[in-house]
């Protein structure tokens, strides 16, 4: 499913497949994408450049949180990354 604003912009989608769904959100270049997959759940939150800035993960063993900066370097990470 896909929605777009009165002005014919993308907006939203709503996907599901055999491995998992996904839900997008745009506004003002920037997006939210919730993920739930066969085996993991996420949550990504992306600049108006399409880069990751924060990012939630989770499987059934482990969960982790990832903030990274304009330059997509890591500037938080728990549990810490190797």
Known sequence: MVVY????RHRATLTDAPRGAVMSVFKNGGDIRLMAME??????????KGKP??????????????????????????????
């Not at 939630?56 to 903030?67: G, M, N, R, S, W």
Request: aromatic residues 4%.
């Open 53 to 82: 800035r924060a990012v939630v993960f989770v499987t059934e063993d482990q969960a982790q949180i990832i903030l990274k900066d304009s330059g997509n370097q890591t500037v938080f990470s728990a549990p810490k990354s190797e």
């Open 39 to 48: 085996d993991s759940a996420g949550l990504s939150l992306r600049d108006a």
């Open 5 to 8: 604003d009165t002005s014919g």
